[in-house]
């Protein structure tokens, strides 16, 4: 199989290692990629938001499988136009991807389907927007409507910074806030089978202890011992079946990655937010423990045949993944720092060096984002994985460089944004 990943960051160079990594893939490409999955694969210098010129390159290097990694081109509809092409592609259309491109909609389908989630309104006016917080009371939980990167949401006690929030977005769904440890649980669909993957958590505040801003995410660990042994089977069965049923009713069936944003509350799984593609870096430490061809797995959903394929399969063992951000990250990026000890991490035994924000600049690696690298180890237990995590990032340096140094500490399944439930 001939396989296409496209995308820059570190869930595409996670995806296209463990397909690099699959004896049934004979070739594996990248648009335009990173200098990592340089390493390995074919990068081409195309727009991942161009559905014309995506289409035209699956065909011109006749690969047999197209897997769109970020969530703007899928809203933008770029897996329409390569499906159209008659090319299997691994990614929803433009009308399903909509329950990421909107909040307001996500909500709408899961009310629909009878998933369990948080309490919300939408709002389109600052008085709408006072009568929710009042309504709903702190902490508050202010979501762009919109896609943002994966930092449009801000969780807090502050009245005012939430209400400041609110009159920087259009649209804007505040919602109850759902107390409980937040897991990540992806399902590969084909619009009425779905597999589910091993879950895992993220954290995803920039500082030690769930504190300050949110991120796109500063690490993440997999499995979870503390979780219920059939999570993975309750929520197929209370959420992204009934989501999946709902979305094939509306004529919009759902092909590609469901990704639920979970709490684990008191009354049970509830669903935080859907993502419509695979989750960064939460995906990766899934990844690395999968045990059966992932090239097979995305193929049978893109082609609507998952049911003849076995259900993914993972190792004994855990991992875990550590993000070095660059200077001012969140609020901003530092581009251009030299990076050093990328070769002496990526020889550690059992660790993968995900690039995630990273350029060639006079033949030195340099930062080009603000999440720039991600250090993923496979160990023992969860113990093990996040002791050579750690290891493999103290070889690595560059001006600025921000990192947590309790990702997957004990204990185990805490709740991220500690200032949250502080007197």
């Excluded at 690969?63 to 592609?89: C, M, Q, S, T």
Aim: glycine fraction near 12%.
């Amino acid at each position: 199989m001939k396989t296409l990943v496209i995308g820059t960051g570190g869930r595409e160079h996670a995806l296209a290692l463990a397909l690099s990594r699959d004896p049934g893939v004979s070739e594996v490409h990248a648009a335009p990629g990173n200098p990592g999955i340089g390493a390995f694969a074919s990068l081409h210098d195309v727009d991942p938001m161009d559905g014309t010129a995506v289409a035209a390159l699956a065909a011109s290097l006749g690969v047999d499988l197209v897997v769109v990694g970020p969530e703007a081109p899928l809203v933008a509809g770029v897996a329409d136009v390569v499906r159209d092409a008659g090319i299997a592609v691994f990614g929803p259309s433009r009308e399903a991807a909509m329950l990421e491109g909107s909040k307001a909609f996500s909500k709408e389908v899961m009310a629909a389907a009878g998933v369990p989630t948080a309490g919300s309104r939408t709002c389109t006016t600052p008085e709408e927007v006072v009568a929710a917080l009042d309504g709903f009371g702190p902490p508050y939980v202010v979501k762009d409507d919109a896609l943002a990167a994966g930092k449009g949401v801000v969780v807090t006690r502050d009245r005012a910074e939430a209400l400041a929030h609110a009159a920087g977005c259009g649209r804007v769904v505040v919602e109850e806030f759902l107390d409980g440890p937040e897991v990540s649980l992806f399902a590969v669909c084909d619009g009425r089978t779905t597999y589910p993957l091993q879950p895992a958590q993220d954290f995803k505040r920039i500082f030690d202890g769930g504190r300050g801003p949110n991120t796109g995410g500063m690490g993440s660990y997999s499995p979870l011992p503390w979780a219920p042994d059939d999570l993975a089977a309750t929520v197929v069965e209370t959420v992204v079946q009934p989501t999946l049923d709902e979305m094939a009713r509306r004529g919009a069936p759902f092909v590609g990655c469901l990704y639920v944003g979970l709490a684990l509350t008191a009354a049970g799984p509830r669903v935080i937010e859907f993502n419509c593609r695979f989750g960064d870096p939460d995906v990766q430490p899934v990844l690395a423990l999968l045990d059966s061809p992932l090239g097979d797995l995305l193929h049978a959903a893109a082609v609507g045949r998952l049911a003849d394929v076995e259900a993914p399969r993972f190792r004994d063992g855990a991992s875990v993944t550590v993000v070095l951000a660059s200077a001012g990250y969140p609020e901003s990026s530092s581009k251009g720092d030299v990076i050093t000890g990328v070769g002496r991490a990526n020889g550690v035994t059992d660790v993968d060096v995900i690039h995630a924000g990273t350029a060639l600049a006079d033949d030195s690696l340099v930062t080009a984002g603000g999440r720039v690298l991600a250090v993923r180890a496979v160990g023992y237990d969860v113990a093990d994985a996040r002791a050579r995590a750690y290891a493999a990032a103290d070889l690595v340096s560059f001006d600025g460089l921000q990192r947590r140094s309790d990702i997957a500490a004990e204990p185990l399944g805490v709740v991220e944004g500690a200032s949250l439930t502080d007197d």
